[in-house]
Protein backbone atom coordinates (compact mmCIF):
# COMPACT_ATOMS: atom_id res chain seq x y z
CA UNK A 1 0.00 0.00 0.00
CA UNK A 2 2.80 2.50 0.76
CA UNK A 3 4.31 1.73 -2.58
CA UNK A 4 1.57 2.86 -4.72
CA UNK A 5 1.34 6.08 -2.43
CA UNK A 6 4.91 6.27 -2.85
CA UNK A 7 4.99 5.60 -6.72
CA UNK A 8 1.78 8.05 -7.20
CA UNK A 9 3.17 10.74 -5.61
CA UNK A 10 6.47 10.34 -7.93
CA UNK A 11 3.89 10.30 -10.97
CA UNK A 12 2.59 13.63 -9.97
CA UNK A 13 5.83 15.25 -9.44
CA UNK A 14 6.19 13.77 -13.20
CA UNK A 15 3.47 15.31 -14.39
CA UNK A 16 3.85 18.59 -12.81
CA UNK A 17 7.54 18.86 -14.09
CA UNK A 18 6.06 18.10 -17.36
CA UNK A 19 3.46 20.73 -17.37
CA UNK A 20 5.84 23.36 -15.97
CA UNK A 21 7.80 22.84 -18.93
CA UNK A 22 5.35 22.68 -21.87
CA UNK A 23 4.13 25.90 -20.05
CA UNK A 24 7.91 27.05 -20.61
CA UNK A 25 8.39 25.92 -23.49
CA UNK A 26 5.01 27.57 -24.86
CA UNK A 27 6.22 31.17 -23.10
CA UNK A 28 9.52 30.44 -25.52
CA UNK A 29 7.78 29.94 -28.35
CA UNK A 30 5.14 32.43 -28.60
CA UNK A 31 7.18 35.44 -29.41
CA UNK A 32 9.43 33.54 -31.99
CA UNK A 33 6.52 32.36 -33.44
CA UNK A 34 4.52 36.04 -33.50
CA UNK A 35 8.06 37.28 -35.14
CA UNK A 36 7.81 34.28 -38.01
CA UNK A 37 3.96 35.52 -38.61
CA UNK A 38 4.86 38.68 -39.15
CA UNK A 39 7.56 37.79 -41.75
CA UNK A 40 5.76 36.28 -43.24
CA UNK A 41 2.52 38.39 -43.90
CA UNK A 42 5.60 40.64 -45.24
CA UNK A 43 6.76 38.76 -47.32
CA UNK A 44 3.61 37.87 -48.74
CA UNK A 45 2.67 41.66 -48.95
CA UNK A 46 5.90 41.74 -51.25
CA UNK A 47 5.31 39.16 -53.41
CA UNK A 48 1.91 40.28 -54.07
CA UNK A 49 2.89 43.57 -54.88
CA UNK A 50 5.88 42.48 -57.25
CA UNK A 51 2.75 40.19 -58.74
CA UNK A 52 0.68 43.20 -59.25
CA UNK A 53 3.57 45.25 -60.77
CA UNK A 54 4.41 42.48 -63.31
CA UNK A 55 1.15 42.40 -64.46
CA UNK A 56 0.74 46.06 -65.21
CA UNK A 57 3.89 45.83 -67.01
CA UNK A 58 2.76 43.33 -69.54
CA UNK A 59 -0.40 44.85 -69.40
CA UNK A 60 1.50 48.03 -71.06
CA UNK A 61 3.56 46.08 -73.06
CA UNK A 62 0.65 44.19 -74.45
CA UNK A 63 -1.54 47.33 -75.37
CA UNK A 64 1.64 48.57 -76.80
CA UNK A 65 2.54 46.11 -79.56
CA UNK A 66 -0.94 43.96 -79.29
CA UNK A 67 0.23 42.07 -82.39
CA UNK A 68 4.01 41.60 -80.79
CA UNK A 69 1.92 40.07 -77.82
CA UNK A 70 -0.52 38.13 -79.86
CA UNK A 71 2.31 36.42 -81.71
CA UNK A 72 4.92 35.67 -78.67
CA UNK A 73 1.32 34.22 -77.15
CA UNK A 74 0.56 32.62 -80.10
CA UNK A 75 3.67 30.42 -80.13
CA UNK A 76 4.20 30.27 -76.34
CA UNK A 77 0.80 27.97 -76.75
CA UNK A 78 2.12 26.17 -79.57
CA UNK A 79 5.16 25.14 -77.72
CA UNK A 80 3.23 24.17 -74.29
CA UNK A 81 0.90 22.31 -76.44
CA UNK A 82 3.82 19.78 -78.30
CA UNK A 83 5.23 19.67 -74.82
CA UNK A 84 2.25 17.85 -73.15
CA UNK A 85 1.18 15.82 -75.67
Known sequence: MFFCKKKKKDLQKIKNIVQDNITNSKEQLNPALSEL???????????????????????????????????????????????TR
Not at 49 to 73: H, M, N, Y
Open 37 to 83: TQQADKIKNEAKDVAEEKIQQISKQVKSKPIKAVLIFTIIGFVLGRI
